[in-house]
């Protein structure tokens, strides 16, 4: 068969198998958003997207109108999970974000099913949302996600899913959640009803250290003791300068969130403070972040 | 390492583009004053006879048309459709390459169309893109279209033409059906 025409039924049929397991998310005025059936009774979306929490319905890709619980929502990475009884039992299949390429055809599902088709445009390491979230990876997307596409699969060319597309991350780009990620982050959801993160109670600020110190160009002086805090009863003091933490150095407040991921909840980290100028080791366990309202 | 399929897709493509040219004119007005030659929009070569398909809003009064072989005629309006957006032009000329008709309702979602027409003046410009949804009225295409792309050819990975493109909608392209196409020269033209 010729060439185009092979790659054209190879994307629709890539539609046709995603798109049993991509639903409306009713969740706000106007228009719903996408979701992914992600397992039986189980649909992710993107948290932006959900401005109520209650009264939530779910039109499953048959049609089927269902009432939705909200079961937890993540600001920072833009996810939520809602619980659907009877949902069905056609979820999504997942894909190999790992082998996900720059220029890699992929396909962008809204509910109906509507089609939106591009290419990965750049992937880069670990980084933080706007909104405080660690995102694993970052898998920028060259192509449309019209209205309504948020919470919604992306879709490589064999039609498994990759990732969770949301413009709500960042301004002007197009962004997809790395769908083992997704994963992750929807078991804590389900778990605990959030996604928790890593906590010091330190407010600090960024100051430049000098060089015959060997440690580094700058450090974090901090400004605000949580009383009872984690560092507070670490025995951290006002006007100490944080310069190490977990083994590897801290330049500014992204080093410090690197090392407060959702594994360190609980653990007994050590931390290296400038006091008076001098170098004083201290071991802070790390609490869990308290959590926004709303 | 050669590109198994991407070259294979390029040469196709590069066929299909040339193919579609072949059966897209260009619409102008020629009426009076600042429109006089202006470039209106595209049409289909629908039959080899000089039957040409545009968009109703493309042809609102005297147009004249250019074939791909750069002849410029003066073309009648036969019919017009104003809620389809369809109008059915003759020129005086036979033996045209004419399109290969396909079915709109069979179209699925995801699957790659090409368009081709006049945007913005460059004159049968190829834009690529994919069937967005098929559950309206009107065909609703992932792609990219511009003003002077009115009246051309939507068209399926076979180079058969499904649609004719009409409007721009929230950045995607809305197309006429074939279907619509068909019954408007049936019941309008009678055959």
């Known amino acids: 068969m010729d060439a185009l025409l092979s790659l054209s039924n190879d994307l629709a049929t890539a539609v046709e198998r995603a798109a049993p397991a991509v639903v409306a998310v009713h969740a706000r005025r106007r228009l719903p958003s996408t979701g992914i059936h992600w397992r039986p009774g189980i649909v992710v979306t993107a948290e932006h997207t959900v401005r ?16 939705a619980v909200l079961a937890g929502r993540d600001p920072g990475t833009d996810l939520a999970v809602l619980r659907v009884a009877d949902a069905g039992s056609v979820v999504a299949t997942p894909g190999d974000d790992a082998a996900l390429k720059v220029g890699h055809m992929v ?8 089609a939106s088709w591009g ?11 706007w909104r405080g979230g660690d995102i694993d990876r970052l898998v920028r997307l060259d192509l449309v996600l019209y209205p309504g596409f948020s919470g919604g699969p992306l879709v490589d060319a064999a039609g498994r899913v990759v990732g969770l597309n949301t413009s709500g991350l960042a301004r002007e780009t197009r962004l997809a959640l790395p769908v083992t990620m997704v994963t992750r982050v929807a078991d ?10 890593g906590y010091l109670g330190l407010g600090m600020q960024p100051v430049r250290l000098p060089a015959q110190l060997g440690l580094g160009d700058s450090a974090l002086i901090v400004v605000m003791v949580e009383p009872s805090g984690p560092a507070a009863r670490a025995g951290v003091l006002l006007g100490d300068v944080l310069v190490a933490l977990d083994g590897g150095p801290v330049g500014d407040l ?3 969130q ?24 201290l071991r802070i366990t790390v609490g869990e972040q308290p959590r926004r309202a709303g | 390492m050669s590109a198994v399929l991407a070259e294979p897709v390029a040469a196709a493509a590069s066929g299909l583009a040339a193919r579609l040219a072949g059966i ?19 049409g289909v070569v629908w039959r080899a006879d000089g039957l040409i398909l545009t968009n109703a809003h493309v042809a609102r009064g005297a147009v004249s048309i250019v074939l791909p072989d750069r002849r410029v005629l003066p073309a009648r309006l036969a019919a017009r459709d104003v809620e389809h957006d369809l109008a059915a032009l003759v020129v005086d000329a036979t033996g045209l390459s004419s399109a290969e008709i396909g079915d709109s309702d069979a179209l699925r979602v995801g699957e790659l ?17 994919l069937v967005h949804a098929t559950d309206r009225r009107f065909i609703q295409a992932d792609l990219r279209l511009a003003p002077g792309n009115s009246g051309g050819p939507l068209a399926d990975a076979r180079g058969r033409v499904v649609g004719l493109n009409a409007m721009i909608v929230g950045g995607l392209a809305v197309a006429v059906p074939s279907r619509e196409g068909w019954r408007f020269v049936q019941e309008r033209l009678g055959r």
């Open chain 1, 258 to 281: 690197a090392r407060l991921g959702s594994d360190r909840v609980g653990a007994e980290i050590p931390a290296v403070v400038l006091r008076g100028g001098v170098r004083t080791e």
């Open chain 1, 119 to 129: 290419v990965i445009s750049a992937l880069g390491p670990r980084w933080r949302s």
């Open chain 1, 52 to 67: 109520t929490a209650e009264d939530i319905t779910v039109t499953m890709a048959d049609g089927r109108s269902m009432p």
């Open chain 1, 254 to 256: 992204d080093d410090v």
């Open chain 1, 188 to 197: 804590e959801l389900l778990r605990k009803g959030h996604f928790s993160r």
């Open chain 2, 113 to 129: 169309v090409l368009a081709v027409g006049n945007p913005l003046g460059v004159v049968r410009a190829l834009s690529a893109g």
């Open chain 1, 107 to 114: 396909l962008a599902l809204g509910y109906g099913p509507r």
């Open chain 2, 24 to 42: 897209t004119v260009e619409v102008r007005g020629h009426g009076h004053g600042s429109s006089a030659g202006a470039p209106a929009g595209a």
